[in-house]
Structure formats: structure tokens, C-alpha cells
């Protein structure tokens, strides 16, 4: 998921640097979720509410 994140952050910064702001901002916002989903899971794993073995 960590790579999905980075190539999304990385097509929203060349897009945006190329002028494709609808590109960019869609990149950007699929980054922002998959951040979001990045996070709870972590949370969860450190509560130890979802165990990974």
C-alpha cells in the first residue's frame, strides 16, 4: 500500500508541475485515502485489535 501512496504522490507532483491540476488533484486524493486507510490499520495493529502474524 506504501508504494501505491508514493506513486500516487508522485504522478499528483509531476502532474501539477506539468499543469494538469484534474490529473493531479485526483492522484492526490486517492493518496489522501489510501493514507487514511494506511493509518487506521496501523492504529488497529498497535491496539492490537487486528493481530498480523
Given at each position: 500500500?506504501?508504494?501505491?501512496?508514493?506513486?500516487?504522490?508522485a504522478v499528483a507532483?509531476?502532474?501539477?508541475?506539468?499543469?494538469f491540476g484534474g490529473?493531479?488533484?485526483?492522484?492526490?486524493?486517492?493518496?489522501?485515502?489510501?493514507?487514511?486507510i494506511a493509518l487506521?490499520?496501523?492504529?488497529?495493529?498497535?491496539?492490537?485489535?487486528?493481530?498480523?502474524?
Amino acid at each position: 500500500m506504501l508504494t501505491w501512496i508514493l506513486i500516487l504522490l508522485a504522478v499528483a507532483a509531476i502532474a501539477g508541475l506539468l499543469g494538469f491540476g484534474g490529473l493531479s488533484g485526483t492522484a492526490l486524493t486517492g493518496a489522501k485515502i489510501l493514507i487514511g486507510i494506511a493509518l487506521v490499520v496501523f492504529i488497529l495493529v498497535v491496539l492490537g485489535v487486528i493481530a498480523i502474524a
